[in-house]
C-alpha cells in the first residue's frame, strides 16, 4: 500500500489550494479514505472522510462549509479542495486508508500566512 499527497504549498489568507493522494497496492473502490492534518506542537486530527462510492462525507466542525473532499475511483485518488484558508490551516496534511492495518502518505504541507 502506497499513499502519495501532493499540491501542498504557500496561500494566503483567504486563497484555496486542492491536495490530491494517489492511492496503489489495494483495490482503492472498495476503501474509505481520510485526510488529517497536524499542526506544530499539535496533535494529529481529522479532517474529512470520504466513503468508498464517494456518496457519504464527514468534515471536522473547523473546516466545514470551506473544505471539500472527492474521490475518483477510475484513478485511484482522494483529493481536499480547500477554500478560504485561514492560518490556523497551516500543518502537514496526511492522507490515510486501514487495509487491514493503518496506512499513511508522507504528508504535504500547507501553510497560510501573508
Known amino acids: 500500500v502506497q499513499l502519495v499527497e501532493s499540491g501542498g504549498g504557500l496561500v494566503q489568507p483567504g486563497g484555496s489550494l486542492r491536495l490530491s493522494c494517489a492511492a496503489s497496492?489495494?483495490?482503492?473502490?472498495?476503501?474509505?479514505m481520510t485526510w488529517h492534518r497536524q499542526a506544530p506542537g499539535k496533535e494529529r486530527e481529522l479532517v474529512a472522510t470520504?466513503?468508498?462510492?464517494?456518496?457519504?462525507?464527514y468534515y471536522a466542525d473547523s473546516v466545514k462549509g470551506r473544505f471539500t473532499i472527492s474521490r475518483d475511483n477510475a484513478k485511484n485518488t482522494v483529493y481536499l479542495q480547500m477554500n478560504s484558508l485561514k492560518p490556523e490551516d497551516t500543518a502537514v496534511y496526511y492522507c490515510?486508508?486501514?487495509?487491514?492495518?493503518?496506512?499513511w502518505g508522507q504528508g504535504t504541507q500547507v501553510t497560510v500566512s501573508s
Open positions: 490515510y486508508a486501514r487495509v487491514g492495518t493503518s496506512y
Open positions: 497496492g489495494f483495490t482503492f473502490s472498495r476503501y474509505v
Open positions: 470520504i466513503n468508498s462510492a464517494g456518496d457519504s462525507t
